[in-house]
């Protein structure tokens, strides 16, 4: 089995910071892509920052300059560092993955989600 965790969403008021973490477990033979999708009420589910399978990094143009994505890829983590919040950020945020199991198949996960509220 894989799973993602997540963790580090919260309330924070507008012009914060949260940085958030995902944590992927299991076993793992590799982790071709990774990064973070946000759902806000009443609104598809949308890409926010990721990181591709060449490693190279994708960001939704609403973040751009404030939010960046970083990984560990020896704890198979990636981060969300959030800066300069906005209330229209808030949303649940998800962490998304394309993991190649040890039985070599391969299949995207999501995590269960984290709740980031941002107060004017």
């Known amino acids: 089995q894989v799973q993602l965790v997540e963790s580090g969403g919260g309330l924070v008021q507008a012009g914060g910071s949260l940085r958030l973490s995902c944590a992927a477990s299991?076993?793992?033979?590799?982790?071709?892509?990774m990064g973070w999708y946000r759902q806000a009420p009443g609104k598809e589910r949308e890409l926010v920052a990721t990181f591709t399978s060449g490693g190279s990094t994708n960001y939704a143009d609403s973040v751009k300059g404030r939010f960046t994505i970083s990984r560990d890829n020896a704890e198979n983590t990636v981060y969300l560092q959030m800066n300069s919040l906005k209330p229209e950020d808030t949303a649940i945020y998800y962490c998304?993955?394309?993991?190649?199991?040890?039985?070599?198949?391969?299949?995207?996960?999501w995590g269960q989600g984290t709740q980031v509220t941002v107060s004017s």
């Open positions: 299991g076993r793992i033979f590799r982790i071709n892509a």
């Open positions: 998304n993955a394309d993991i190649t199991r040890m039985t070599m198949t391969t299949y995207r996960y």
